[in-house]
């Protein structure tokens, strides 16, 4: 257990800034096996991008909170699904806990939130208050690249960079994987996004065995999204989690298949061999809507643009460029390629999607601090 910081931080406001990057799981995260602590049911395979980011600025101190609104747009608001309050995984699954600490301040693309988003995050950094022994109020100032509640891992980047620049500043020195688990406690896929590029995510039995951790990859990949649509998703990742959860009856078999898809995945890894786990990633993935869409009433995120971008890769492939789909809660179709052939991909999308907007990310770095730590 890390040494409490000292007093003086109840009287003294302390800071620290990080910034994290968004991630595409390949092998799919979608279930929890403990919903208040985010132990998933599987573990999951991911790629951390560039390009899609959160910074965040955390003040702990009694006077944290003064002018808090300086530059900040009018109107307060109560958005769940914004950045670090994204439902998918939110602080607040454990919704039996005491209140949040009360004076806590919210600020996120220059706009105060309060409600439910401010009660989240006040219940997360609740966790970090409670590692380091201190009671103070917090304020928590976060920018975002990444749109909101779309598919898109906003909740990923804006809980990793938030974990890391929250225990900093309560004076917290945590090892890469005790920050990895930490973060997990405010969106499980966040776990990943304390490292860059590929990383495995350990499901785990308890706080402690669920992790993740870099895995070692010779191959430069790349992801491309297909935006279908940027709008925040009308059901948050977690309800619809917990919907196929209980009543999809492909779920199991998802599952037991996800067990074989990691292996496979983290053997193409080994080999170097792009097509096969663009295979296994592709087949994964559509695995996991076809036991979505099984739920009942049906979990289904897609809209017709969806559909087409799925034939448009297929199209892609089908002309001899490496390109394979994958999907997450939402419209948007994201395709697994190498940084060798991205652009080339991109451009025979952006041919047959001429409505979509469609770009590349290349591997992202893992969490990095103001100071340049990372």
Known sequence: MTEPVDDRATRHARRATATAHANIALIKYWGKADERLIIPRSSSLSLTLDGLSTTTTVTFGN?????ADNGV????R????????????AAAADTDTAAPTSGDTLIIDGRRNEGTALQRVAKFMDLVRRMAGIDTPVRIVSRNTVPYGAGLASSASAF???????SRAAGLDLSPRGLSRLARRGSGSACRSVFGGLVQWHAG????????????????LAIIVIAVSTGQKKLSS?????RTVDTSPLYPAWIDAG???MREALDAVARQDLEKLGEV?????????AAMIAARPAVLYWMPQTVAALHAVEAVRTSGLPAWSTMDAGPNVKVLTDAGHAQRVAQALRDRLPGCAVQVHRRGPGVVMENGYE
Do not use: I, K, W
Request: glycine residues 14%.
């Open 73 to 76: 747009a009018d109107g307060a």
């Open 281 to 289: 990633s592709e087949a994964n993935a559509l695995g996991m809507h």
């Open 205 to 220: 039995h308890d706080d402690e065995s669920s992790y993740a951790e870099p895995v070692p990859c010779a191959m430069d």
């Open 238 to 242: 977690r309800s619809g989690m917990r």
């Open 78 to 89: 109560d958005e769940a699904g914004d950045g670090v309050a994204d439902g998918a995984d």
């Open 63 to 67: 006077d944290a909170c003064d002018g």
């Open 259 to 261: 067990e074989r898809d």
């Open 160 to 166: 990793a960079a938030l974990a890391a620049a929250g």
